[in-house]
């Protein structure tokens, strides 16, 4: 092999490495038919019912504990309703960001809710709450 044909083994060599090193950098955001890039979706629906209870954990545990109605709508926004074991109602509501199995709830306030994990059809999390510290969070989907 001569001089000449090594460089051009070599300059084809390296000119294959940079496109597949741009191909590699580019963004695999999904396209929709209008050509705009979609935002990927999880596989699974977050809209809808769903019902549980939070309490509390640990020895230092307070009687914190409620019943718990969630309902998440498809633009992202969600409402809560807690009943006490007293009687007393808490009206909740924000916006609900999914990222693969977990929600991210954050409160029309902006204040952060919490985050729970999905598997299967049940949503849970746990959150320190101010007046009653460590709280399990569960829910179910209402079919």
């Known amino acids: 092999m001569t001089a000449k044909t090594q460089r051009s ?3 084809a060599f390296a ?3 940079v496109f597949l090193l741009a191909g590699c950098a580019t963004h695999d955001a999904a396209v ?3 050509g705009d890039a979609a935002i990927p979706t999880p596989d699974w629906k977050l809209s809808g019912t769903w019902h549980g209870s939070s309490y509390t954990l640990g020895t ?3 009687n914190y504990g409620s019943s718990l109605t969630f309902r998440f709508k498809d633009d992202g926004t969600w409402s809560a309703t807690e009943t006490f074991g007293s009687g007393a109602v808490v009206q909740h509501s924000g ?3 999914v990222r693969g199995n977990k929600v ?3 409160e029309a306030n902006g204040r952060r809710f919490g985050t729970l994990t999905r598997s299967g059809n049940r949503l849970y999390g746990m959150e320190t709450m101010r007046d009653a510290g460590r709280v399990m969070i569960e829910l179910t989907r209402v079919p």
Do not use: Q
């Open 60 to 62: 230092a545990s307070t």
């Open 104 to 106: 991210a709830l954050e």
């Open 9 to 11: 083994v070599v300059a």
């Open 32 to 34: 929709n038919a209008s």
């Open 95 to 97: 916006k609900a960001t």
């Open 15 to 17: 000119l294959a490495i």
